[in-house]
């Protein structure tokens, strides 16, 4: 399984901030959508990742959102994937950042976002498919076979 196959269940609805906007701001879009992340954009280049766990660090640092800007607390360095990496790389490299949001790329073109929960639903998904082929399959079992005697 591909990126690509999570973004095309998921959709291509993209939340953008830009890094001069105000944290307050950002964190009242993220409320609103009820969204974990943003991917930071500046003249058409991802720039940094917000999110959840970086407002909560500005916010501890310097008491509040106040008038911090998303600049001064979004990741300027985000781990980021293909439309072709496959999930079993994306969940060792989520996992071994603590990450639980991750631009997609295309070159520099913003493709998406997957999120860990994503991950986990496409495996859940994945071995809910395999799991009805499989008992497909048995009861499908020819009867002499069953019964080991052919």
Known sequence: MKVSDILRLKGNT???VQPDESLASAVQVMSERDIGSLVVMEHG?????????????????????GEILVRTAMDDAPMTCTTETDMDEVRRM???????????????????????????????DSQNFENRMLKAYIRDWPEGERQGTE
């Open 94 to 124: 989520m996992l071994e950042r603590h990450a639980r949001y991750m631009p997609v790329m295309d070159k520099r073109m913003l493709m998406g976002v997957i999120s860990l929960y994503d991950v986990a639903k496409a495996v859940v």
């Open 14 to 16: 993209l939340y953008t």
């Open 45 to 65: 280049d991802v720039v940094g990742m917000l999110t959840f766990r970086e407002v909560i660090q500005a916010f501890v640092k310097h008491g509040g959102v």
